[in-house]
């Protein structure tokens, strides 16, 4: 069983605690000729592929370098907006790393608190009296676990969570996506 994240959430909502445990997937790069058949867009500081998908390449991927020079948000380097320097074909050819970008603070506090509303919806919608809620949400790609307790946090916590997450990854007997 491979474990992505930990997020801790309060009863109100809020994230109080979050731990990222992977190495983001294999990250696609391509040489493109003049003019670029990808719809890249500005997307939360970000420069994302908006429409059209290939060799690996897609929707919602982020550039995360041009030509092996790793971007800064939606800039280059250099300071220059990306989707300007695509446009001048004086750049090309130009070789582009797509991939995955990490969550920023403000997306993981986002996702913590959308996911803590459609549990208590859950809740509540549930036929069944006294229904604890959503328990596991299940993708094609992986299956997000909520569990809930009554404890808070210990000093200890961190050191305990690294231990756990090192067993369940040695484990391996949950199978791919668990």
Do not use: W
């Amino acid at each position: 069983m491979v474990i992505y994240s930990v997020y801790v959430v309060n009863k109100a909502g809020g994230l109080i605690y979050q731990y990222d445990n992977y190495v983001p997937r294999a990250e696609v790069e391509k040489t493109f000729s003049y003019p670029l058949d990808l719809v890249l867009k500005h997307h939360d500081e970000k420069v994302v592929v908006s429409f059209g998908q290939r060799d690996g390449i897609r929707v919602g991927h982020a550039v995360l370098s041009i030509n092996g020079v790793d971007v800064i948000g939606k800039n280059t380097s250099e300071g220059k907006d990306i989707l300007e320097y695509l446009k001048d074909p004086s750049n090309y050819p130009v070789s582009i790393r797509f991939g995955r970008a990490r969550l920023s603070s403000n997306e993981k506090l986002m996702l913590a608190s959308m996911f803590h509303s459609l549990f208590a919806i859950g809740s509540q919608l549930s036929p069944e009296v006294g229904s604890s809620g959503i328990e596991m949400l299940e993708t094609d790609v992986f299956k997000l676990h909520c569990f809930q307790t009554l404890t808070g946090q210990c000093e200890l916590f961190d050191q305990n969570l690294k231990s756990a997450l090192e067993v369940a990854e040695k484990a391996g007997n949950f199978g791919a996506g668990s």
